[in-house]
Every structure is written in C-alpha cells, then in structure tokens.
C-alpha cells in the first residue's frame, strides 16, 4: 500500500462520465439526500494497471462517489483518490432534476498525512440549471475536528438547481473521497458544527456567563424557526442565556414544534444567568440534601460534568466565583474572528520589527514547463517553494502562481495566477477619459523577453521541459503600453510609453524593478505600482506600515462577496505591509514593500494610497497607489519615472 501511494504517477486530467440511475431520497437530519446514486463527471481518479498495488482505490463500481457507501479506514475500498495536479479536481453531481429547497453539501475526505494522504487546500461548492452556467454557493468547512481518518466539509446552501459541482484545491500529494451528499428540505434539529456549544439529548452544553442567543446561533446548523423563551415561557429577544433558558425548533409553518432545548449555564443554579456566591451556596446545600434541585438546575450544578453533584462541584464553583477557576474551560474555545474590519489595538504590541534581509543568493531551478509558462523551484525551510511566470492572452509575461508545501508534503497555495502583481493604470489620451492598461488588463505589447543568471549576467535560454540551476535569476522583459483597444489591434498613435520590467528572483524574495519612458502625454486616474493577491487562509489580516512603525491592521471576511463589492481598507500612507492568515497559517507571512515610495505612493493628494481589498470569496488583494482618481493627473512625453516593490515570504515560527 505505502509503495504505491510514493509512487509520482503522471495521469491526464480527463473527465469520465458515470452513468448511474438514481435511487430513492435517503432521510438524514431531517433532511432528505437527493443525490445517492445520481449521476456525476469528475476528474480522472489516481488509477494504476496493478490491483496488486491500487486495488482498493480503483473506480470499479463505477459510482464511488454516490453509492452512500462511507470510509472508515484509510485502506477501504470506498474511497476515490485524486492524485494532486496544478488545477483543482472536480466533481458535478447530476440530481436528475431541479430542487428547489436545496439545504446542504457535505462531502467526506479521508486523512493520512504519513502516506501523503492530505485534506484539501479549499473546497468550493457551486449550483447550475443547466450544466454549463455555475453559481457560487459557498465554501465548504471542516467540521469534524481532529485528526481522525474521516472529515466532513460541509456548507449550508440554498436556491434552486439541479447541478451541484464540487471544486477541490489539493492540499497535498492525494486528495481522497469517499462521499458526496446533496440535501434538500428543512432542518428540524438543532446542532452547532462550528461551535464550541453541543447537544445532548435535550439539553445545550457549552455555554459561558454573558453568551447571547446571536453568539450562541451564529455556530447553528440553522437558525430557521427558532424561538427562545426564558424558564417562565417568556420570549427572550436580548441578554445572556440562562439556565433554563429554553430554545424551541418550529416547522416551517411555523406553528408546530419540532425539538425544544434546554440551555445549560455550568454554575448557573439561581437560573440569572449568573454565577455568584448564591449558586456555590446552593450547590453546598444540595450536597448537604438541605434542599433540592430542579432537574435542570441539578445539570447545572454537575460543574465537572460526570453525571453526579458533589463537594468537588461546590469546589469548582466556588472557585470560579473568586476568579481561581474556569468552569468553562472544559470546553474548547472557538475564537471566529472574521471580518471585524479595524483589529489595530489587538495587534498594538505586534512585533513589527523588518526580518526582511536583500537576498542576492539562493539555489534555484529554472524550468521551461511550455510556451506559456515558466516556473521556479527552490528547497526553504526544509519544503518547496514553487512560483511561475506565465503568459498572458496578449503576449505579455506575468508574476503567477507562489506556493510552499510544506516537509510532510501539504501544499500551501498562496497565490492563483488569476490576477496580476504588477502595475495596472487607468490612463487616458484627454482628460476625463480613462481604459485599463497593463498588468492583467491587455493595452500592453510585449517586444522582448530575456533570462539572466545574475551572477555572471549570462543569458539563459531554454526549450520546452528543459531546466536550469540558477542562484541569482534576472528576467527583462520590454513591453509598449496602449490607451487603445488592443482587440482591435495596436495603434501607433495609442502607444503613449515604454516600460522595461527587471525582475530579481532570490529564493523566497521577488523584487520588480520598472523603468517607464512616456512617449506621448497621459492622464491617470485611480491606478496602481505594485500589487499582490492573496488566498483568505493566507491573507485574512494585513498589517500597514511606515518603516516599522504600525500605522493600520485590517481583518477581511473570511468569505467575501462574490461579486467583488468587498471593503477597502485604504488611505493608508505605509510603504510596507506585513499579510499573514488564520487557522494554523498564522506563521507564514508575507512582507511587501516599494522601495520608491516617491514614485510608487507618495503623492500628498493621495487619499487612496495603499489598500488592502476585500476582494471576492476566497482571495484578498494589496494595492499601492500613486493616483487616487478624484483627479487625473497628467504624465508629459519625455519623462521617465523608475519604481521598484518587492515581496518576500518567510515563517515566522
């Protein structure tokens, strides 16, 4: 088994059709699943010729993926195993019909990192009608926790479709799954997958002193037809939960009761939803048999939660009282910060001080991978950092994709190759009008591409596939910019400058040096020197500085608006920012710099500056900015402007 999953099998990326009839809705949850044995296309699966080898991982029924048939051990048979490539792996599931009361998506990974078995990078969830066109629905989550062999990722969703495709970014060599479940109906249990609180039969576990019923929901499997009343049968809208406190599930009429569920306060045996001196006194009493104890009040006394109250309860209640123990420490704690926009006096004691050295030697492979698409590879801290250099529709050669995987072999993808890095201008031939130029944006021609070792100033060229090692690699690429339509071919009358782009990659350090030499007059609005996009997981916080000195910290959402409509956190006059994420990422960080803030964001009439955009569901980008776009400003034929940025990554253990 081990042999096989060390074995680096390279397979085409094909889609098989699997043609399955579906069988009747399985009840789960109260939810109906709709997709047990539909139909579905998916990305080749990891397959060898040898069963001696892969026998439990071939796709012999033929309907892995739907058969309602779940893994338990690593080695079972109900697995489908994807082999990591450079493209996420798919699967559309095909329900036979529309369902209009869609609920949820829950797909099972199996986990083993020790045979380069990892769970997935992210895993997106989309909608279609008709197959072809694909509405975002969400991102999937994992709720199982820990480090078992079995995970659940899953996404509450909601609208009409009939095609559901699941998007998997690999996180390491093999991604395996054994599941795809598909849900439609309405929810009539109460369970908090994302939260630290938990049901047991009809009691809520989990609740700390001063929770509110928002904080408490916000971790909720649903929060439709839900209604919470106090111990008196008074609806309770605002304040901390109590003991007693009691949350009923209604239907979706609203008008029949489904579930009820009594919240449980440890200490809390008053029923205030405060644990004071009264409490541990009433709780001594009860051990006495001085008095009883409600059924509900007699729970929340049981503080160590063994199933009996004793003097150790009285203890540890007490104790809490005077601030010498946590009763709720038991209890995981779930910090969900997300989204909270201004965290500077959270991170005021950060240390902010530059760990950034100028790197000028590192070994490094150099590899054409096609005529489109270069990429470099280095060993750093024990892992592989990876990043490319690719080709643009109109000729032109980009910063890509920048990715780590770590020594156990999970992959860290950072960066997509979906938007650009460099500069991007909204520039004009008269003022008051204005097209995107450059970077990601076409109206830029590329005239020459070159490769240097940087040590000797050797050029390097290669053909397809061909490598070659490298410790200081320049690239020069010379470009003509446009205001013009480039679809409708370049004018010479629209070509207002020339840039020449010096890139210096070191290892983990990419450093982009620009010399512009302005041809005709141009007028710029809103636009931008240096860039870089970001994964969320990688880049949820952004740190704005002046030298080192903390100016600004921002936290995005961890799922932004699909439709670009994020916040922007700009105005910021930092010349250097420090990104990093949330979940066990914090330790990568990214630092991105100008080293020209003159000619790359210090302009006095800049109220844009530097901004870190929220910029759609899964990525977030830095931008700086010499122009603001309240006014254009006008650039005259024979000046030249040079700027340079660099953005280094390194962990921060």
Known sequence: MKR????????????????????????????????????????????????????????????????????????????????????????????????????????????????????????????????????????????????????????????????????????????????????????????????????????????????TSQELLANANTTEGLKITDKNGKEKTSGGLATGDVITKYDKSGKTALNKYTVILDGDLSMDGRVNPMDYMLCKRYVLKAMTLSQTAAKAADANRDGKVTAIDYALIKSHVLKKHDLYEKYVPVVEHDGRGDVTEEFKDMDTSDKVELLTSYDMTLKRNSQTEYGVTCKYQGGTLYMTLHKTAWGTFNLGKWEYTDPDGTRHPFVSDSTDWEYVYRVGEKKGSWQWSGGNHNNEQMTSLKFFDGDTDKEITLNVGQTATVKNLKIVETTQLYWGDAANGYSENEHYANAVRNYTIVGPQIRLAVDYEYVKDAYYGLSYTCMFPISKKYGLYCAFLDGEDLLFVAETLKTGAADYSGKQYDGNAADRCVIWGYGGREKYKFDIRVLTPETSCNNYDNNFKVSFWDMNTTSNKLYFSKWDGRAQDKMTAGDTVHTECMWTFYIDE
């Open 4 to 211: 096989a999953l060390i074995l680096c099998l390279l397979i085409a990326m094909v889609m098989t059709t699997l043609g399955i009839t579906p069988v009747a809705a399985v009840e789960e949850d109260g939810l109906r699943i709709v997709s047990k044995g539909c139909s579905y296309t998916s990305t080749a699966p990891y397959v060898l010729d040898a069963d001696k080898y892969t026998g439990n991982y071939r796709n012999k029924k033929m309907n892995e993926l739907t058969d309602g048939v779940y893994g338990t051990t690593i080695d079972g048979s109900e697995w489908y195993a994807f082999l990591q490539g450079s493209t996420p792996h798919e699967i559309i599931v095909d329900l036979g019909k529309a369902y209009s009361d869609l609920a949820r998506v829950r797909v099972q990974f199996g986990k083993k990192d020790d045979w380069a078995i990892i769970l997935p990078a992210e895993v997106k969830v989309f909608g279609s009608l008709d197959g072809k066109n694909f509405t975002p629905l969400g991102v999937l989550e994992d709720v199982t926790g820990g480090t078992g062999v079995n995970h659940d990722y899953v996404a509450d969703i909601s609208g009409e479709y009939r095609y559901i495709r699941i998007e998997i970014a690999p996180g390491g060599f093999f991604a395996f799954v054994s599941e795809v479940d598909v849900f439609c109906g309405y929810v009539n249990t109460l369970s908090f997958p994302k939260g630290n609180a938990y049901v047991e039969g009809e009691y809520i576990y989990g609740i700390r002193e001063k929770m």
